[in-house]
């Protein structure tokens, strides 16, 4: 005897009101960094992929529903906001430190080594990236529901649990966005202490110092050659005699 498994419609919620001041607007702007471009770049993706996976949901694809909307869609957001923020403190502060050392008339040399290089962008990122970690533990529960690709009319709340697990990562993305934004402020002012070093250095004083001491000790000397005082020495002498030849 057959069955019929009668499937639960996928119905995938609306992200925007959950997502929240990620998409408003958090009224918190950066002092130095704009961010404003790449937290829209992230709510926009987030909210296509939702009507992405709205319509697959629509068109009975279920799996490919779910996967618009998996951990590795919600995670990859994420990691190319932290990527494109970190790249963007990057440029900031590299340009900053070049300025105050040509403000400082800085050597080239010395100018190249303050420019941020990959192991200190990677470093950036760590800890910026960090303050998404709330959402780890939502996105594997997203994975885990996936089982509602079967889901019957008696899985009904492997469904409802997907749904409620889709807003809360949403909601969570919305929580790290804000901890980002503080983590880019900690992040620019640790630079600025940098940057007041830079604008503080001065070229060293000893190779002029070294220089003067030099020329005075052979003004000295050659004084005393031409005053009589002591004899010169034989190389000097012929030296002289070439050019009183000429």
């Not at 939702?50 to 009975?60: T, V």
């Not at 923020?85 to 040399?109: F, P």
């Amino acid at each position: 005897m057959n069955t019929t498994r009668a499937l639960i419609p996928l119905r995938v919620p609306e992200l925007g009101p959950s997502l929240g001041k990620l998409v408003a607007g958090t009224e918190r702007p950066t002092r130095r960094i704009p961010l404003d471009a790449i937290r829209y770049r992230l709510a926009t993706r987030i909210i296509e992929q939702a009507g992405e996976a709205r319509r697959l949901a629509a068109n009975d694809d279920r799996s490919s529903a779910l996967a618009a909307l998996s951990r590795a869609t919600w995670w990859e957001a994420w990691d190319e906001a932290v990527v494109t923020v970190t790249d963007t403190l990057a440029d900031k502060v590299s340009a900053q430190l070049d300025a105050e050392a040509r403000a400082v008339k800085m050597g080239e040399r010395r100018r190249a080594k303050l420019q941020l290089d990959e192991v200190a962008k990677r470093t950036i990122a760590a800890r910026l990236g960090a303050t998404g970690a709330a959402l780890v533990p939502v996105l594997d529960a997203i994975d885990q529901t996936a089982a509602a690709l079967e889901g019957t009319h008696r899985e009904r709340d492997a469904v409802e649990q997907w749904q409620e697990g889709q807003k809360l990562a949403a909601r969570r993305l919305e929580a790290a966005w804000f901890a980002l934004e503080q983590s880019v402020e900690k992040e620019a002012t640790r630079w600025l202490d940098v940057m007041d070093e830079v604008a503080r250095w001065r070229k060293p004083f000893w190779p002029v110092a070294v220089v003067a001491i030099l020329a005075l000790g052979l003004a000295v000397w050659l004084g005393l050659i031409f005053g009589g005082y002591i004899d010169a020495p034989g190389w000097l002498a012929r030296i002289w005699s070439q050019v009183l030849q000429r």
